[in-house]
């Protein structure tokens, strides 16, 4: 249990935000690698880097979604050799997004900011809300230079 140090009203707070509704996908946005975690997978036969990416800024919305989190899930072993390689590629991409060319600990990815364009992913069983991820990995130069560009 933990007392709260104030009652709280909830018809008293300002109004709620959709914390979970979708980001534009047709915006750029810079943010970092704030935790990451290994866990094993689902079906217990492999293993999933889960990492949290926290915006900073968007280029169309600047601080609108700061602070904003995208998660990223990786399935780093896994029994099928495809699932794997398509994992594999994308820490490749989040690598050269921020710089750096091998990593023994996901924690080497933490802080460094980099760009990125989100996509929307569906759920095709209905069970969840769809949700953003990122599609495309950029480093935090070509980021600055987008939004000077006006791109």
Known sequence: MAELPEVFAADDSQERQGV?????????????????????????????????????????????????LVFIGLNIKNPSNQCEAISKKELASICDAVGVEEIEDSEELHETSFGFKLRIEVDADGMYDDKNVIKQYITEADYDEAVKAGK
């Open 20 to 68: 979970f509704d979708l980001m534009p996908v047709d915006d750029l946005y810079l943010g970092h690698i704030k935790k990451s975690e290994i866990k094993k997978t689902k079906a217990k036969t492999g293993l999933r880097l889960n990492m949290q990416v926290e915006i900073d800024e968007s280029r169309d919305a600047g601080d609108k979604y700061k602070g904003r």
